[in-house]
């Protein structure tokens, strides 16, 4: 039928279109990264220091560090790998850990740029080889070893000098999977990965924690300036002050969002946001989060879209039927 | 004053007063339309019913949008998105049916010309048609500032930019358009008020316009015949429906209208619920900073054409390219020889030229949102070099058509 | 065979047109639902008012959705009344601020111990009684909850419920 044909060239040159300023331009925009699937054993920042020395090659600049920086990761991840075999044993990890609520208190007091976030469910949020590697080399495991000369000089870096012997490390991370899991609502799993740098305003939460209900403007005014004084010490150590996260989950793809929590140095060279080391349940939890915050009309859309479409599929139907009944006398 | 009998009902009571029957016998039931039409016929309505839901939308983000600086993007992205009942949707079907509207302006555009509606006594329809396009654009674009987000901002920066005449330099121009040195808060309430008053005005204006220069030339048909449309009417009147060649607009036309209209709707709601990334561009959703431009930054896909014949020349040129891109099609019933009315397919060269066209403007919209790199600015100066020659080949081509 | 025609396509048209006005009615709805006070809004709906640092004869007044709450530390002069909010050994006139003839706000005369409406003259004693003028009924009272010597407005606690049942206020 004419008609038919017709519509078939009219909905080809729009699928032409679509193609072409949809999926095909941001294919051609965004650069692709493969997922790791929230594994961390070293792959990607092993290869992304084999390409920056590639690349050094290739400029005649400094091959020697960039040498020195490939092996420096592959030593670290290997030992990683060994005192993920060892059999941790928790009961002396809990006498360890006394170590870390040095500065892991809940204090909410900023040491060297960001406060130490809470680790109540780290042993559920954070994958285990993470833990390893964060408590034997903070700058290593998070990949922003590019920012410290000396990763000693890492916020948290002074752990290298504390805890040192394997079986230790090995103790305190399996104490962690055993006492500090548990169940993590969404935003619990968001305060203790994100918090200390996002804000998120449209869930009224600061790096400081929630805000409170001020009744007078003075109250309110002076928390504001207790924020942006933390704020000023979180920019000062990451260069720039981290972005609000209240919308996120609609300003980035989800492709991005998940292999960006993984390694930001891969979407973004040279960043100083840290690996956080979320496991794949964990940054599931945050990512709900960031949708019950940024998405919340996502469970209202899923409801009532089958019922609109259903209504004009009936309407459709009633339609066509009235124009037969119309146009049925006049050919 | 007139003398006024007794009314028997409402109806002769309104009828004495507005002449409702007449009305509607001349509006509705008795205006003429063709019967040798397919369902691109319908896409008057289909748009005209997407306006409809542009205008019902916007009346209830109008209710919670502030237009200011500080407290436009929380207002659309908090209060309207998640805080008012329902305003997710009134925003997803205002940002997805400004997107589609443009869609089936194009096919309305392009089958008016594939079929020569714009020729012989129907160029009214054709500018007025026009001035719709221009006016359309322009609601797109003001409103495209209000949620305030980076594409918002950096929109606003380059297209104003565009005012300064390239080597003109008249920046005082750009910033008299802006209210600032950049955009602002000024820039911003001024294109919210051109979104929300001016440019409705005369879109409602040239609506009303278009309907009105289709009534003496009447709408066109498949082939482009001549109908006597008086004495077709009478036929159909008198009960020879199928030898008569009209129908009457309500409930005949209508009928087909209503139930295309229905697809269309089917295909819009899966849009607004299930895939509205394409008109809502992620971007968007950070908040502006006038300090910080986006990796990528291109226009929404309908404007990506006429773009893309701005950016592979110099940037006078460039200018000049876009200047006459914007224009082109005003000219085209001028522009077209041809004394034919007739489908593009019985018109010879008439047709290749058709399909020429529809072929680059869509390669340049897909260079169009492309980094300019490499392969792409060659074959984005090539699509722009076809286009620009477009206008005299259709001059040539048809001052050289044959009479049908 | 014309009639029944005509008959066909009236209820096919009619069919459409009822479905439609279907559609309508939940357009409708969402719209009605958009016109709703923000949740922003109702949340905002509570006020807490710490009555300890009352002096008696003075008048407080608080903000509460937007308006005005009277708080008058009644003295032992004043009757006691139904409708005191009664906490400890302490009465308490608490009410809405608003005269219950067109809704202005009445001034508190603390020398003649009653309320005075400048708009049309009304007046109310310190229990809140309308005692002159326009005014058809007592000064309002807002739901409350007493919880130490706060109290919480918005929120219905038993004696504001023990009030409600007693007709005291609507």
């Known amino acids: 039928m004419r008609e038919l044909k017709i519509l078939a060239v009219v909905v080809f ?44 090659k290739a400029e005649g600049t400094d091959t020697a560090a960039a040498q020195a920086k490939v092996e420096a990761k592959k030593a670290f991840w290997a030992d990683v790998e060994k005192i993920a075999q060892l059999q941790g044993n928790a009961a002396n990890g809990e006498a360890a850990f006394a170590t870390c609520l040095g500065c892991h208190n809940g204090a909410g007091v900023n040491m060297g740029g960001v406060i130490p976030p809470n680790l109540d469910h780290a042993g559920s949020l954070y994958d285990k080889n993470y833990l390893i590697a964060l408590i034997k080399d903070p700058a290593m495991a998070s990949n922003v070893d590019h920012k410290y000369e000396d990763t000693m000089t890492h916020p948290m870096g002074s752990i290298k000098g504390m805890i040192t012997d394997d079986q230790q490390i090995a103790d ?3 104490y962690m999977q055993e006492k500090m899991a548990g169940e993590v609502t969404t935003k619990e799993a968001f305060d203790e990965a994100c918090a200390r740098c996002h804000a998120m305003r449209y869930a009224k939460t600061t790096q400081l924690g929630d805000t ?28 720039k002050l981290p972005p609000d996260l209240s919308i996120m989950i609609r300003a980035r793809s989800e492709h991005f969002m998940e292999t960006f929590v993984e390694n930001p140095q891969t979407q973004l060279a040279g960043t100083s946001m840290p690996r956080v080391g979320l496991n794949k349940e964990g940054y599931e939890k945050v990512k709900t989060y960031l949708e019950e915050v940024g998405d919340p009309s996502k469970p209202a859309r899923e409801a009532i879209g089958p019922w609109v479409i259903l209504f004009f599929v009936v309407f459709t139907v009633l339609a066509y039927l009235w124009k037969k009944s119309q146009w049925r006398d006049l050919h | 004053m007139a003398h006024f009998e007794k009314a028997k009902s409402v109806n002769e009571w309104l009828d004495q007063r507005l002449a409702v029957n007449t009305l509607k016998r001349v509006l509705s039931t008795e205006y003429w339309i063709p019967k040798d039409i397919n369902f691109l016929w319908a896409m008057g309505m289909v748009l005209a019913a997407t306006f409809g839901l542009l205008l019902i939308s916007g009346i209830f983000l109008l209710m919670y949008y502030k237009p200011d600086a500080t407290l436009a993007f929380d207002s659309v992205n908090y209060t309207i998105m998640s805080e008012v009942g329902y305003g997710w949707l009134w925003r997803h079907i205002h940002g997805v049916a400004a997107s589609v509207v ?32 221009v006016a359309f654009s322009a609601e797109a674009f003001s409103g495209y500032m209000l949620p305030w987000g980076q594409m918002s901002y950096w929109a606003g920066m380059v297209i104003t930019n565009l005012f300064s005449g390239g080597s003109l330099e008249a920046y005082g121009l750009v910033e008299w358009i802006r ?70 607009f309500n409930p005949v036309f209508l009928s087909k209208d209503v139930f ?51 950016r592979p020349f110099p940037k006078d040129p460039g200018l000049i390219a876009f200047g006459i891109a914007q224009a082109a099609f005003f000219f085209l019933p001028f522009i077209d020889r041809s004394p034919n009315v007739a489908p593009a397919h019985k018109r010879g060269l008439f047709f290749v030229w058709f399909w020429i066209l529809v072929v680059d403007m869509i390669v340049l919209t897909i260079l169009g949102k492309l980094p300019p790199e490499g392969i792409f600015n060659t074959l984005g100066t090539i699509a722009a070099v076809v286009f620009l020659l477009l206008g005299p080949a259709l001059f040539v081509i048809t001052k050289f058509e044959k009479k049908l | 065979m014309g009639k029944d025609v005509q008959g066909r396509r009236d209820f096919m048209g009619m069919a459409l047109g009822g479905f439609t006005a279907l559609g309508g009615l939940g357009a409708l709805y969402a719209m009605k639902r958009s016109w ?14 710490d009555l300890s640092a009352a002096q ?48 202005c706000i009445p001034a508190y005369l603390p020398e003649k111990k009653m309320f005075h409406c400048a708009c049309h003259g009304g007046q109310f004693d310190t229990s809140g009684h309308q005692i002159f003028g326009p005014p058809p009924s007592p000064l309002e009272i807002p739901p409350f909850k007493i919880e130490g010597t706060k109290l919480v407005l918005g929120e219905a606690g038993p004696e504001y419920q023990k009030m409600l049942d007693a007709g005291i206020t609507a």
């Open chain 2, 102 to 133: 443009f869609l089936i302006i194009y096919i309305h555009m392009l089958t008016g010309i594939y079929y020569g509606s714009y020729k012989k006594g129907r160029e009214l329809i054709w500018l007025s048609g026009m001035g719709l396009f």
């Open chain 1, 172 to 174: 305190i991370v399996a």
């Open chain 1, 212 to 239: 409170p209900e001020f009744k007078h403007e003075k109250d309110a005014l002076a928390h504001e300036i207790k924020v942006l004084e933390e704020q000023e010490l979180v920019k000062t150590y990451m260069g």
């Open chain 1, 13 to 56: 040159f729009t699928l032409v279109t679509y193609w072409g300023v949809e999926p095909f331009a941001h294919s051609q925009m965004h650069k692709h990264v493969e997922g790791q699937e929230f594994i961390y054993n070293g792959t990607a920042d092993i290869k992304g220091a084999e390409a920056a020395l590639e690349k050094a």
């Open chain 2, 179 to 248: 209210g600032d040195y950049v955009p602002g808060d000024a820039f911003l309430t001024r294109f919210f008020m051109l979104h929300v008053l001016l440019i409705p005005l005369v879109i409602i204006g040239l609506i009303v316009l278009h309907f009105g220069t289709l009534r003496i030339p009447h709408v066109n048909n498949q082939e482009g015949a001549e109908i006597d449309f008086e004495e077709a009417a009478e036929l159909y009147k008198a009960g020879k429906k199928k030898e008569s060649k009209v129908i009457p």
């Open chain 2, 260 to 310: 295309v209209m229905g697809v269309y709707f089917i295909f819009f709601f899966y849009l607004v619920f299930y895939h509205f990334n394409f008109a809502m561009d992620p971007v968007n959703f950070d908040p502006a900073d006038g300090l910080k431009t986006p990796a990528h930054i291109y226009p929404e896909w309908y404007f990506l054409w006429s773009y893309e014949i701005l």
């Open chain 3, 56 to 103: 008696e004869n003075v008048l407080n007044i608080e903000k509460w959705r937007g308006k005005p709450i009277f708080i008058l530390k009644k003295s032992k002069d004043m009757k006691p009344d139904d409708r005191d909010v009664v906490i400890g050994e302490d009465r308490y006139h608490m009410s809405i601020g608003l005269c219950t003839h067109l809704g």
């Open chain 3, 36 to 49: 709703d006070p923000l949740p922003s809004v109702k949340a905002a709906g509570f006020t807490t008012i």
